[in-house]
């Protein structure tokens, strides 16, 4: 079923410059653990039509299709430049149409070593892949937008880990999104020096992720440029207002894992805030709390400042600078709507918005009641 679909060459057409081919590993069992049917139409699939076994032969034994591409990727990790990132253990095993026109992405986790493992095993433990699954529905049925796993196989292996009780099972998942392209996407090609690389990545991007933006002819490339930088800096703010809405702490925001579309996704040691405090922290080797909860938005708005860095090889920084100083309105804008519907509101007059949303917050921070179960009792008045 998977394998009759029609697959795009969008970002393979790009050239190796941004890629590396690579195989999957093979796995001694596959287990299907987790079947997303609820995508399945996305892209034009009965789920009655689509079989278990189709799943394990697509995302399990990985038939078929070919080739698989690990990208490449540098990033900011806790504000250290670092090299030596790219797709360590997972690669990007297709891109198809979805019946909306919008072009998606499978993309693999836990599907063996690539060029970018280092002396990583290319794995995925069952609970990290559970955990993935979990926060990818709970998110999306939150209101955020997020990527969402299409499948979960086990995979018999034992892996050997330092954070969790080891031997432990392993896994492999593969992830529906709208892109695996990252900010470090465009760092590695800063590093490296490559302004044409940008440029050709840019015009990829906004071709088929920005479908409102123009396309202009060449002289005019900046004006789209800069367009495509102040439309991101919206979109991230408001995934920011999303995440702090729903009371989620993705924990590990370096530049690396910041989708160009402004979704959300790779969840390694998110958590939901129990009660509402900003310095709550998810990471147990976040020291410093640089990725609190309350440190989201701000968090957000500096990548997408250290984003001007490489396209600023392409983009007049001045023109940027213009984007980003929308982004605290952009943020407040969203989460002030999002709060409020939480609270039964659609809409008052903006200053008793404002005072509403203080007064909840100071009451939900005094009482540290459960922040879910306050928004979850309140909508069960309402019902």
Known sequence: MFLSLNYEPALESLGYDYFDEVAAAEFPRHILRFRNDQLLPHIGLNPQDTNDQDFIQAFGKFQGVRPFLALGYHGYQFGEYN???GD???FLYGQVRGIDGELYDFGTKGSGTTPYSRTADGRLTLKGGVREVLAAEA???LGVLTSRCLSLIETGEQLWRGDEPSPTRSSVIVRFSRSHIRF???ERLHYFKRPDLIKKLLDHVIEQYYPSIIPLREDKKQEQYAQFYAELVER???LAAQWMAAGFCHAVLNTDNMSITGESFDYGPFAFIPTYDPKFTAA???????YSYGNQPGICQLNLEMLQQPLGMVIPTSEMEAGLAEFGKHYYRNYRHLMLNKLGFEQLPESEESELLRLTIQFLQDTQVGYHAFFAE???QFD
């Open 284 to 290: 147990y080797f976040d020291y410093y709390r640089r």
């Open 139 to 141: 998110l999306h049925h």
């Open 184 to 186: 470090g996407t465009f």
């Open 88 to 90: 360590g253990r997972g």
């Open 378 to 380: 309140l909508a069960q």
């Open 83 to 85: 090299p030596r990132l």
């Open 236 to 238: 991230v703010a408001r």
